[in-house]
């Protein structure tokens, strides 16, 4: 099993850019399939971009895809999500989740695929 934790939340105004991290620690984490997942306020969890354990395939939510940037760096255990051009609708909690996966899965962005969950980091973007 991995445990997760999010950081890098927090408030900006419209246009501006996060950087969110995922640590993740108690097994080998090469073999793990990460996907970062977001609540808006009232609604349910949604996937937002995944990346395969190597890193070497990636999958987005097609309204962040233009924005976003899922990457890993598996010699720290981390993976990150950049986020450009922020906007209000991009306002939500941030879960990073994983699963036991070697390469890449046939689908992302089922939330009960992955086993693993973060406890979330808030992003809020001011208008």
């Known amino acids: 099993q991995v445990q997760l934790v999010e950081s890098g939340g927090g408030l900006v105004q419209t246009g501006g850019s996060l950087r969110l991290s995922c640590a993740a620690s108690g097994s080998t984490f090469v073999n793990y399939v990460v996907g970062w997942f977001r609540q808006d306020p009232g609604q349910s969890v949604k996937f937002v971009a995944g990346?395969?354990?190597?890193?070497?395939?990636?999958a987005y939510e097609s309204s962040v895809g233009d924005r976003f940037t899922i990457s890993r760096d598996n010699t720290r255990n981390t993976v990150f999500l950049q986020m450009n051009s922020l906007g209000p609708k991009d306002t939500a909690i941030y879960y990073c989740?994983?699963?036991?996966?070697?390469?890449?899965?046939?689908?992302?962005?089922?939330?009960?695929?992955?086993?693993?969950w973060g406890q979330g980091t808030q992003v809020t973007v001011s208008s």
């Open positions: 990346i395969s354990g190597d890193g070497r395939d990636s």
């Open positions: 989740a994983a699963r036991f996966l070697r390469g890449s899965p046939t689908t992302w962005s089922g939330r009960s695929d992955y086993t693993n």
